[in-house]
């Protein structure tokens, strides 16, 4: 069922980046004019111009500048503006001196003939409006709503079903395979005894006036046996009990045990360093935090 979830979330993802990067067809037909090059551009009347004048005369054609054409925003329609730019066309070809060579000229005349027919198409560009996103919206959903939906549904179902196989796997009773993490019932009880064996090492240390190094080895010596016997196999459990209580429950109780955790660790440190005073106090402050602990899974 895992497997089955995982494969759901996996197809689900790509309908959803298939289809959600799919254009609406007001947007693919713009797409669609914008890269249909003007035909002197896709025709190789330039090209073949060009090469046939740097051969004949070792001239680039390139110096040949054409005029830039006019700003489409000094025109209110496409009508005028296309005059304009067949004007403009058409004094720049007759500012053009004849060549003496009759191919070069009759190659440099196809291609300027081609330009002037593709003005109409360059000025329908020109003139082309950008559709609206209420309509590119709409239209999208016409066109890929229903794959990108399916998309949708795939993950949330493949997601349900592995979150649904996840928790099962950590509610189940005895012990994960190969992890061997307690039930959640037992992390209750584990907690409860390791506050009151914590407790009892903060009065001990507490009431040592006299401390040596052999009491400080006793101290440490039972902190690494709780931290084998409780505090590592309540850690181990964790995601088990917040499965089962929930995450507001789990960071609640977890909090506190955390930092009777850490407390006790620092105590450890201190008995090591012999740092007697620093003992008593980071295991009074492990005591009270995992006593807090134990009330709120109580």
Known sequence: MKHLGTGLFAI??????AFGAQLSQPMYEMKKEQGQLLSYE???????YEVALKNAE???ASSHKIPADPLTKDYTSQSAYLTALIAQHDEYVASLKRHSDAKLDALRRSWLDARRSA??????????EKPGPNLRLASWVTDSGAGFGAGLFFIVIGALIARRVKKAELTGSGTESGSGSISAVNVRVMVTEVAEQVGG???????????????ADEIRQ??????????????????RLQ??????????????FS???????????????EHWPEAVASLANAATALRMADQKLS
């Open 12 to 17: 689900g993802v790509g309908l959803c980046a």
């Open 42 to 48: 896709l025709s190789t009347l330039k090209s073949k």
């Open 58 to 60: 070792g001239k680039d």
């Open 119 to 128: 003005l109409a198409q360059k000025t329908k560009i020109a003139f082309l």
């Open 201 to 215: 090492l903060a009065e001990r240390v507490k009431e040592n006036q006299s401390p040596t190094i052999a009491c």
């Open 222 to 239: 039972e902190i690494e046996r709780l931290a084998l016997s409780h505090f590592q196999p309540i850690v181990d459990a964790r995601y």
């Open 243 to 256: 499965a089962e209580i929930g995450l507001a429950a789990f960071a609640e109780a977890f909090g506190p």
């Open 259 to 273: 930092a009777g955790e850490r407390n006790v660790s620092r105590a450890w440190s201190a008995l090591v360093d």
